[in-house]
């Protein structure tokens, strides 16, 4: 159990029957009446951000994540399937399930996959990828001063914004949590 009074950034908990994580909290103590904590929580099985206040006093069950290390081996329309590197046990979840996780992981890449009691909710692709553009319009000289961008098509199939002097065919660091370009490899 964990009070709100001990609220800190990426604790994970246990509320209304759902899985929270702590965005953001701010301990207020008003002028007049009793202090309380202000508290953003983000639902980590439906992405929805609640804004909450809680008595410093108020306890709920801390939960705990499990977070395994699998490799995506494969995505056959219906169902994305991943297998334990130490084990070799497979797992399949569906499309639905991943949403937009996967869209700058390449098959044979290792992804963190979120379990808690036995249950996968979630996958945490690695922070950084390096991808090849697939398609991309060519950039013209002189097309403006400084910071112009365009968008690019990548080999998982997501699409991008890149510099003007990047063309088809190289390959690009890009940071998985924003889908932004981050420099040449």
Known sequence: MISAGEFR???TVEFDGALYIINDFQHVKPGKGAAFVRS??????????????FRPSEKMPRA???????????N????????DTESFEQLEMN????????????ENDMVKVLVHNGRIFGIEPPLFAELE??????????????GATKPATVETGA????PLFISAG??????????????RV
């Open 76 to 83: 056959d329309g219906v169902l994305y399937y991943f297998m």
């Open 159 to 162: 699409t991008i914004k890149v």
């Open 170 to 183: 190289e390959i690009v660091k890009i940071d998985t949590r924003t889908g932004e370009y981050l420099g």
């Open 133 to 146: 553009i697939t398609e991309t319009e060519p950039g013209f000289k002189g097309d403006t001063a400084q």
């Open 95 to 106: 499309a639905a399930d991943i949403g937009d996780s996967l869209m700058f992981v390449k």
């Open 64 to 74: 705990h994540i499990d977070r395994r290390d699998l490799q995506y081996l494969y």
């Open 40 to 53: 953003t929580l983000k639902n980590l099985e439906t992405g929805a951000t609640v804004e909450r206040t």
């Open 9 to 11: 950034n990426g604790i």
